[in-house]
Structure formats: structure tokens, C-alpha cells
């Protein structure tokens, strides 16, 4: 008796292989293919746009499953689509149009159909695009904070100039009364010449005396600062952009 039951079991099981293979064999043939729809390999940021399209090369109609996503230059998704879910399709089937509004970079995108008959070539069941959004690249930003930090240390020691050169003016301005100290004697020592010059010349008259008078280096070493601090910021902007 449990001999019948297990030689039953095996028989159902045969019948129930056959009834697959049968079940497969009668799906019709058919050869579909999938292609990314994009009208260049670069794109604006605000420009880019896509779509994908399935088309019967050969066989019946059948339903068809479509996906799709995007990936960025390191292999991350940035998008996923899935046009359709079993749906119908007799000759073609062309997706919505996509504005995935990417960030600068370089991208990929993958799109696959599958199809609910017997695809006799599944080599074009996929298709894939590289494309690239432009805009400012990670060099770009660098080079811009370079520029940045150039124009501020630009701006820092243009203020220290400014600062130095209002500290040699204070300092000049407070030496003035020197100044005029010193222009006041060699006035009076003009005036007691022209008195000697008036004089009749004898033996025992006296020669004027000679007032040397020395001027200030407040003014040399004025420029030699300025010299000094604009040196100063072309080595610090050149060693901002050897960075």
C-alpha cells in the first residue's frame, strides 16, 4: 500500500515537470530591445532631459516591464525609475520625459526591459549612456577659494600699509615743531649775513657762520616700508596659489 502511494507521488511530480515544460514551450517567441533616448553626452544643469523606449523587433504582442536609474561617478544612485509594471505593448513603448535636475558630474544610466515571452536575444534587453552635467567642478571652487583668500590677505596688508603709513605721518606731524625750530635758525642766520654783507670788509670783521642743516629720513624710510609690505603680499598671494 505504501509502495502505491509513494510510485503515485513520483508519477505526479513527472506530470507536473511535463506540464511546465509544455507550459514554457508554448509561450511564443519574441525579440525586444530597450534604448536611452538623450540628445547629447553634455548637458547645462537646467538642461538635461531624458527618455527610454522599447520597441518589437520581432513576435507578438506581450507586457513588458521597464526600470531604470541613474548612478554618479563613485557607482551611487542618484535616481531610480520604473516606466512599467506589466503593461501591454504591441509594436513600441516610449517613457515619460525625465528632468532629474542632477548636480555637476559625471553620470551613467542603466535602463532594462523584461518581457512575458520567450526573448530569443536578451543581449539588447539593456541599454546604458554616460553622460555629464556641467557647472563648477571641485577644481573650480578650490581655485575660487584660492582667489578668496589671495584678495583678503591682499586686503589684510593693504589696511597694515594704510596703518603704517598714518603712524609715519603722526610721527612726522609731531616732529614738526623741530622742523620749524631749524627753519627759524637758518632764517635769522640769513638775516645776520645779509647784516655782515652790509658791513664794510676789514681784517678783523668776522665770517659768517655756516649753518648746515640735515633733513629728515622720514620720507626713505617711508618707502622702504611700503616697498617691504607690498613685497610682502605678492609672496603671500603666491604661496596662496601654490596650494
Same mark, same amino acid.
Given at each position: 500500500m505504501q509502495r502505491n502511494q509513494t510510485g503515485k507521488l513520483v508519477l505526479a511530480i513527472i506530470l507536473t515537470m511535463l506540464l511546465a515544460r509544455a507550459s514554457f514551450a508554448q509561450q511564443p517567441s519574441c525579440d525586444y530591445k530597450v534604448e536611452i533616448l538623450v540628445d547629447a553626452e553634455e548637458f547645462e544643469k537646467d538642461d538635461f532631459k531624458w527618455r527610454m523606449r522599447a520597441t518589437k523587433i520581432e513576435g507578438k504582442s506581450t507586457n513588458i516591464? &521597464?526600470?531604470?536609474?541613474?548612478? #554618479?561617478?563613485? &557607482?551611487?544612485? *542618484? @535616481?531610480?525609475?520604473k516606466p512599467w $509594471?506589466?503593461?501591454?505593448?504591441?509594436?513600441?513603448? $516610449?517613457?515619460?520625459?525625465?528632468t532629474p535636475n542632477l @548636480? %555637476? &558630474?559625471?553620470? @551613467? !544610466?542603466? *535602463?532594462? !526591459?523584461? /518581457?512575458?515571452? #520567450? #526573448?530569443?536575444?536578451k543581449g539588447n534587453n539593456a541599454d546604458t549612456k554616460e553622460i555629464k552635467i556641467k557647472g563648477a567642478t571641485q577644481e573650480a571652487i578650490n581655485k575660487k577659494a584660492k582667489t578668496e583668500d589671495a584678495e583678503e590677505a591682499v586686503n589684510t596688508l593693504a589696511s597694515n600699509v594704510e596703518k603704517e603709513q598714518i603712524t +609715519?605721518? $603722526?610721527a612726522k606731524t609731531a616732529a614738526k615743531p623741530a622742523d620749524e625750530e631749524t627753519e627759524n635758525t637758518i632764517q635769522l642766520a640769513n638775516k645776520n649775513t645779509q647784516k655782515i654783507q652790509q658791513q664794510p670788509m676789514t681784517a678783523n670783521t668776522?665770517?659768517? %657762520?655756516? !649753518? *648746515?642743516?640735515e633733513s629728515s629720513n622720514d620720507? *626713505? @624710510? &617711508? +618707502?622702504?616700508? /611700503?616697498? +617691504? +609690505?607690498?613685497?610682502?603680499?605678492l609672496l603671500n598671494i603666491i604661496l596662496i596659489w601654490k596650494r
Amino acid at each position: 500500500m505504501q509502495r502505491n502511494q509513494t510510485g503515485k507521488l513520483v508519477l505526479a511530480i513527472i506530470l507536473t515537470m511535463l506540464l511546465a515544460r509544455a507550459s514554457f514551450a508554448q509561450q511564443p517567441s519574441c525579440d525586444y530591445k530597450v534604448e536611452i533616448l538623450v540628445d547629447a553626452e553634455e548637458f547645462e544643469k537646467d538642461d538635461f532631459k531624458w527618455r527610454m523606449r522599447a520597441t518589437k523587433i520581432e513576435g507578438k504582442s506581450t507586457n513588458i516591464t &521597464g526600470i531604470a536609474e541613474i548612478e #554618479d561617478s563613485s &557607482g551611487k544612485t *542618484a @535616481k531610480n525609475y520604473k516606466p512599467w $509594471t506589466s503593461q501591454s505593448i504591441s509594436k513600441q513603448k $516610449t517613457s515619460s520625459e525625465y528632468t532629474p535636475n542632477l @548636480k %555637476p &558630474g559625471e553620470y @551613467k !544610466i542603466t *535602463a532594462e !526591459i523584461n /518581457v512575458e515571452c #520567450d #526573448d530569443t536575444n536578451k543581449g539588447n534587453n539593456a541599454d546604458t549612456k554616460e553622460i555629464k552635467i556641467k557647472g563648477a567642478t571641485q577644481e573650480a571652487i578650490n581655485k575660487k577659494a584660492k582667489t578668496e583668500d589671495a584678495e583678503e590677505a591682499v586686503n589684510t596688508l593693504a589696511s597694515n600699509v594704510e596703518k603704517e603709513q598714518i603712524t +609715519l605721518k $603722526t610721527a612726522k606731524t609731531a616732529a614738526k615743531p623741530a622742523d620749524e625750530e631749524t627753519e627759524n635758525t637758518i632764517q635769522l642766520a640769513n638775516k645776520n649775513t645779509q647784516k655782515i654783507q652790509q658791513q664794510p670788509m676789514t681784517a678783523n670783521t668776522a665770517q659768517a %657762520p655756516e !649753518i *648746515a642743516y640735515e633733513s629728515s629720513n622720514d620720507k *626713505a @624710510k &617711508g +618707502l622702504i616700508m /611700503v616697498f +617691504l +609690505l607690498t613685497l610682502s603680499i605678492l609672496l603671500n598671494i603666491i604661496l596662496i596659489w601654490k596650494r
